[in-house]
């Protein structure tokens, strides 16, 4: 999966706050998919679906012991959001600094012309 893809996967993933909270119930430890689903008013059957949304994104990793299923998240694809998203900001931070520094220049040049 290249690294778009994932992003793209991880993103879509945090976007809806059912799959937020599981993720965050999940930090604090493994968990069984009825276990997470108590605090949902939906069907085991929807959590599932919203699980299998954080297992393609690598969010969450499934352990099976016989015939129970633990789920435990994974951190390292929020690593890799939470560093493009850290780029994007420090690339328009740039630039806008840059934008601010002109327009102040701007505004100086247009005082000392009211002035003359």
Do not use: C, Y
């Not at 992003?7 to 604090?28: E, K, S």
């Not at 929807?46 to 994104?57: C, G, N, T």
């Not at 435990?72 to 601010?100: G, H, T, V």
């Amino acid at each position: 999966m290249s690294l778009e893809t994932a992003l793209d996967h991880t993103l879509m993933a945090l976007a809806d706050p059912t799959r937020r909270a599981i993720l965050q119930r999940l930090t604090q430890g493994e968990a069984r998919v009825t276990e997470l689903a108590k605090p949902f008013d939906m069907s085991l059957n929807a959590v599932s679906k919203h699980i299998q949304v954080l297992e393609r994104a690598h969010l969450v990793k499934r352990r099976k012991v016989g015939r129970e299923h633990f789920l435990a998240a994974n951190p390292e694809p929020l690593d890799a959001a939470a560093a493009w998203i850290e780029k994007q900001r420090a690339f328009w931070s740039q630039r806008l600094d840059l934008l601010e520094r002109e327009l102040k220049k701007l505004d100086a040049n247009q005082d000392k012309r009211r002035k003359t």
